[in-house]
């Protein structure tokens, strides 16, 4: 991926919903961009599909699970997103794509009436060749579908009988960190506020061990390769699609 291949990420919005299946899925990376969009004044709310809370092995899920959706909280706060909310009814480790987690997303989107969603990898590979897990992808693929559905009278006519009117304003589908990355966003500046972000999840990141908790170890590097194909200092990546 070369830098003139590299868009700058759209800026004709003013309000996005991230949308990712795990706490702490969006501090890998865009909770940095999400730090420069608030300080310009853009309006920035987090939804989250589960708690994390089978995300550390040797705690109890209940526990997990409100233990790590306050580290979520916390990891917005200091990236200036005031609003975290997280869907019922959908397993961590376990989400399966269909009709309940498309229904869930496009009552949010009716909802909240966001300009863009941002969310994380959906491929089937991270950049490198890893593997993704099957969560991310589920949510990642039910996200532009929602999004339509967000929009058609005739889809989920329930959230008309709840007062949720279609809603077709949503103009892109942004996607962190995905191997086919299309846009990038400069963050030289804002790096250092989503490294804070991702160190609120200190109960997740000790239970990961040494070489893989550092957040400055495992973001700055990617920012600074990002920044480089992107001509900038730091950089984070989308692959952007339009609705």
Excluded at 22 to 48: C, F, M, N, Q
Excluded at 207 to 225: C, F, K, M, V, Y
Aim: proline share 4%; net charge negative.
């Amino acid at each position: 991926m070369t830098a003139a291949r590299l868009a700058s990420f759209p800026t004709d919005w003013s309000s996005a919903l991230a949308v990712v299946a795990h706490p702490d899925d969006l501090e890998y990376g865009a909770a940095s961009a999400i730090a420069r969009w608030t300080s310009e004044g853009k309006v920035v709310s987090y939804l989250l599909v589960t708690r994390g809370e089978a995300g550390i092995e040797a705690t109890a899920p209940d526990e997990t699970a409100a233990v790590r959706a306050e580290e979520e909280r916390r990891s917005a706060a200091v990236v200036g997103v005031e609003v975290v909310e997280f869907l019922d009814g959908h397993r961590d480790g376990v989400i399966e794509y269909g009709l309940p987690l498309r229904r869930d997303l496009a009552m949010a989107f009716r909802r909240q009436r966001p300009d863009v969603v941002l969310a994380a990898n959906y491929r089937d590979t991270w950049p490198g060749g890893w593997l993704n897990m099957a969560d991310h992808r589920h949510v990642g693929v039910a996200i532009p579908d929602a999004a339509r559905d967000a929009g058609n009278r005739w889809v989920f006519t329930e959230l008309l009988d709840v007062g949720l009117e279609p809603w077709s304003g949503i103009h892109h589908v942004a996607f962190n960190a995905s191997p086919n990355a299309t846009h990038a966003v400069d963050v030289t500046g804002y790096l250092d506020r989503g490294i804070a972000s991702l160190a609120e999840h200190r109960a997740y990141l000790a239970r990961l061990g040494d070489g893989t908790s550092d957040p400055d170890e495992i973001l700055r590097g990617a920012a600074e390769a990002a920044g480089e194909r992107f001509g900038v200092e730091h950089a984070v990546e989308f692959e952007v699609l339009q609705v």
